[in-house]
């Protein structure tokens, strides 16, 4: 048997298959619906600890068996949901009420809306989304704490939009201006030709916190737009574009007498937007980095393996299956290419049988719009497995932290049969015993944490029908 030691922080990587979830750390997309407890730093790998996987124990007796079993579990996992920021919730539109009405969700007493023209109740990425017509669909949007976000405050806007035009023109968004001037105007304008977003943070003609980038092709767009002290900082589909500081970094005072219109401007050089608007969200403050993500709802995706580094990707045995899900989306045709190993190749969740790794690319499209999104499935044959190659860490550090808390095999899955994983104290006494591959050591002896220092442990297991004897050291810090 050939016991793998790693230095803590660094995954073991074994099998280049299923290593390919471990670079970086990150098992995410190997247990797609259990995300660590908490991120390493930057450079870092974190190990996770899967509780979860401890409930398995009572019906899974064989490595190659739990991962069956693991993975048909994982295929059946739901939709994640992403944390609702709601600290400095100031104003929040989800139009998710019957006939998508103009309720503030914030229940802000003091908030007035008016709308203008025949608003249509529609398709969001998250429930109802309101459509604009492009001609005299919009409303006023105002109240107390709406205009106290446009003095001088920290501030976020946040919200999503998806524009049914492809024509070149300028569409007003939302506006808060006194016809075209740049004196104390708060603007956000999309050309849906150049996909170029503007938006305008003016004071006067010398102070400004304006800022104009190119978004990628996508259908639903998430839009951020956060100024703290005198910087403006945009955002689009969970990714910072860029941030432009004010002269002198001073906060751009934006306070008028106009009402924020949705929809359309009172400058008659933008046209109305004609599209859809969905959860808009005014914040009081700058929402940072981690909150930005937490509102992008990802729609008009693959919901599978889910990884923010590359491309999204899950490991199973050949011979199985993967239950294809994806997220919130208002498409209307979909298409999954290669399709030879698709139940259905026109629906949007079949079930994907390859015979070899594969990467599968599902298009989206409504009348208004086509995406892709891909996913690989990483197919991976037991017998190409040598189960004596197990792996464990050489230290550990069960503080409670939620990162590294917990000692056992790091490719439970790659292992035979354990006939039993005892570690012992100097005086040899049995700190932790199992029979059980995912089960884990969390430090303690007799519901005590046991002292920093140095644990040897030893491995019986049955790797292909002989049975084998490993041993080894680890060094518990606190």
Excluded at 379 to 404: H, R, Y
Aim: a negative charge; hydrophobic letters at 35%.
């Amino acid at each position: 048997m050939q016991l793998k030691w790693f230095f803590l922080f660094y995954p073991a990587t074994k099998h280049p298959a299923l290593s390919s979830a471990q670079n970086n750390g990150n098992f995410k997309s190997f247990y797609p619906c259990f995300p660590k407890k908490q991120e390493a730093n930057a450079g870092e790998s974190s190990l996770a600890v899967l509780p979860f996987l401890r409930t398995l124990q009572s019906f899974i007796q064989k490595p190659f068996d739990a991962m069956r079993s693991l993975t048909l579990l994982l295929l059946f996992c739901p939709l994640l949901a992403s944390s609702q920021v709601s600290q400095g919730l100031a104003s929040w539109l989800s139009f998710d009420k019957p006939g998508c009405s103009l309720t503030d969700e914030a229940n802000d007493p003091t908030v007035q809306t008016f709308p203008n023209g025949d608003l249509a109740c529609d398709c969001g990425v998250k429930g109802n989304a309101l459509f604009f017509d492009g001609d005299d669909d919009w409303f006023y949007f105002f109240g107390p704490k709406v205009e106290q976000i446009f003095s001088t405050i920290d501030f976020s806007l946040s919200f999503y939009f998806k524009p049914a035009t492809t024509t070149p023109q300028s569409m007003s968004l939302f506006s808060k201006r006194s016809g075209c001037g740049s004196d104390n105007a708060f603007a956000i304008r999309y050309n849906p030709f150049s996909r170029i977003i503007n938006v305008e943070l003016t004071e006067d003609a010398t102070i400004s916190g304006s800022i104009s980038k190119t978004l990628p092709y996508s259908c639903w767009y998430h839009i951020v737009v956060t100024r703290k002290g005198g910087t403006t900082t945009l955002f689009a589909n969970g990714k910072e574009l860029g941030a432009v500081n004010s002269a002198g970094s001073k906060r751009v005072n934006v306070a008028n007498s106009q009402p924020l219109i949705i929809g359309d401007s009172e400058c008659t050089v933008d046209n109305g937007f004609n599209g859809f608007l969905d959860e808009i969200r005014f914040y009081n403050r700058a929402i940072n980095r981690d909150e930005v993500k937490a509102l992008y709802l990802r729609p008009d995706q693959i919901n599978n393996g889910n990884n923010t580094i590359g491309i999204k990707d899950t490991t199973i045995f050949l011979g199985n299956s993967v239950q294809a899900f994806v997220t919130p989306n208002c498409a209307d045709e979909f298409l999954w290419k290669p399709s030879a190993s698709v139940s259905d190749d026109k629906i949007a969740e079949p079930v994907l049988t390859p015979q070899v790794s594969t990467t599968y690319t599902l298009t989206f499209e409504d009348q208004f719009c086509a995406t892709s999104d891909s996913f690989r499935v990483i197919v991976v044959d037991p017998q190409t497995i040598d189960c004596n190659d197990i792996m464990l860490p050489s230290a550990f550090t069960p503080n409670g932290d939620g990162l590294n808390d917990a000692f056992g095999i790091s490719n439970p899955f790659v292992a035979g049969e354990i006939i039993g994983f005892d570690i012992y104290d100097r005086w040899g006494n049995i700190v932790f015993f199992t029979t059980d591959p995912l089960a884990k050591w969390n430090g303690s002896y007799k519901g005590n944490p046991v002292n920093p220092g140095v644990f040897v442990y030893k491995i019986r297991f049955r790797c292909k029908g002989v049975e084998g004897v490993g041993s080894g050291s680890v060094t518990v810090i606190r």
